[in-house]
């Protein structure tokens, strides 16, 4: 869709006396886990499928020199079907401000939910730098390029039937999701997502996310650089592909999955669990010459391998 130019982005943020208390929560005793960068994308704040509570409790946790905004943080083609901004969606927002006003270097590539900012690309809103693309040197001197994905859509595309049947199954999946959570929670069961299990499972959802994945990595390859960062499709994946690095950081709206780099030069891939009230490893790559294979840590909590200080 078009937009005007002279929309003010600022409106959507509040003045930085209105922040201090943003980011509260951190509980007593709880340790803080500390990176040199973070990529976070498709939060979809403003949808209500978001899972910004389970985001809340890992920014609370967290620190990073960096942290990039990889895409589809705010859903406004959601809320312009129906307004929905939950308290805990202002205080996610909130934190972010918070962090950037307080030092973290906050940088955002827009994508195609919140695309009324890429205008304003290369401006800083509230300590938040912009950017269509972004160049990520890792502190072992990697170049990791950094694009949100929808501009691969139409590579993508496996024929316009299955595009619009695959948009209607995605809802119906993300509304059992929904409601399968409220049933297991009550129960004491962590969240699960169904739609992540069932699209897994399906031929043509694998179909889109190969040619997807081999689209963003041409596309790398082109831009000469190491390895690649993206979102858009709602599949985490950290890999090699003829030895430049495929990640995808995922989503908080099913997966709840982000990337890290380490203070000791390692590319994770982490995943939110409910259970244990922190990030899991699910895949990681030594950002060494050359890149190690991806190894798996599915059972590894993230605090085993992080710097961590007590927080009184």
């Known amino acids: 869709m078009t937009l005007a130019r002279t929309q003010d982005p600022t409106a959507l943020f509040p003045p930085k006396a209105q922040r201090q208390d943003a980011g509260a929560g951190h509980a007593p005793g709880s340790k803080t886990s500390h990176y040199h960068a973070l990529w976070l994308s498709d939060i979809h704040l403003g949808c209500k499928d978001c899972k910004a509570e389970f985001l809340l409790q890992l920014l609370a946790q967290t620190q990073a020199k960096h942290i990039y905004l990889v895409g589809d943080i705010i859903d406004f083609w959601a809320l312009k079907r129906r307004i929905y901004w939950p308290e805990s ?28 900012l890429k205008p304003y690309a290369d401006l800083k809103l509230w300590d938040i730098a912009l950017a269509r693309e972004y160049i990520h040197l890792t502190s072992g001197g990697k170049q990791l390029l950094m694009v949100h994905g929808d501009q691969f859509d139409s590579q993508v595309c496996v024929g316009r039937f299955y595009a619009r049947l695959g948009d209607h199954l995605y809802d119906l999946l993300l509304f059992l999701n929904r409601k399968l959570h409220q049933v297991r929670g009550p129960l004491g069961y962590p969240y699960w997502s169904l739609a992540s299990y069932i699209k897994l499972r399906v031929g ?7 040619r997807y994945r081999q689209a963003v990595v041409d596309y790398a390859r082109r831009q000469g650089v190491d390895g690649v960062i993206c979102g858009h499709i709602h599949q985490p994946e950290l890999s090699l592909q003829q030895e430049l690095i495929y990640a995808n950081d995922g989503d908080w709206i099913e997966n709840c999955t982000l990337l890290a780099e380490t203070n000791q030069g390692e590319l994770q891939l982490l995943r939110w669990d409910e259970a244990i009230g922190t990030t899991r490893i699910v895949s990681a790559i030594t950002l060494a010459a050359p890149c190690a294979a991806p190894h798996d840590h599915k059972s590894m909590p993230t605090q085993a391998t992080s710097t961590q200080e007590e927080v009184a």
């Open 89 to 116: 969606h202002n205080q996610v927002l909130q934190r972010l401000l918070q962090l950037a006003s307080s030092g973290t270097r906050i940088l955002y590539v827009p994508g195609n939910h919140d695309e009324l």
């Open 204 to 210: 043509k959802a694998q179909e889109a996310i190969r």
